[in-house]
């Protein structure tokens, strides 16, 4: 599987994003995808992960309630809508994949990273 994340950009505090994740094979139904993001000097954070049929979507307890995940299969993406941003959100976002749906929080579980797309929220 190969990813691509899309979206990124410049915005102020309390408006929104949207970023895309665009993944190549004819199996991506059957991945988990999840969003992560790392700001400077900071490591990796889980952000939000969906389960292969859409029907699991799981938050970090700092973005439930402004994110919202979703995924089109038949389209092969995944996209992650942020509403509400805050400064501290600022950060390079990575979607990963991986097989399996067991601890979808730890980046551990996903075999496959896009390139990151870079958010900045101004305050």
């Known amino acids: 599987v190969q990813l691509q994340a899309s979206g990124g950009g410049l915005v102020q505090a309390e408006g929104s994003l949207r970023l895309s994740c665009a993944a190549s094979g004819r199996t991506f139904s059957s991945y988990t995808v999840g969003w992560f993001r790392q700001a400077p000097g900071e490591e990796r954070e889980f952000v939000a992960a969906?389960?292969?049929?859409?029907?699991?979507?799981y938050y970090a307890d700092s973005v439930k309630g402004r994110f919202t995940i979703s995924r089109e299969n038949a389209k092969n993406t995944v996209n992650l809508q942020m509403n509400s941003l805050k400064p501290e959100d600022t950060a390079v976002y990575y979607c990963?994949?991986?097989?399996?749906?067991?601890?979808?929080?730890?980046?551990?579980?996903?075999?496959?990273w896009g390139q990151g797309t870079l958010v900045t929220v101004s305050s």
């Open positions: 990963a994949a991986g097989r399996l749906w067991r601890w979808p929080s730890s980046r551990h579980e996903y075999g496959y």
């Open positions: 969906i389960s292969g049929n859409g029907n699991l979507p």
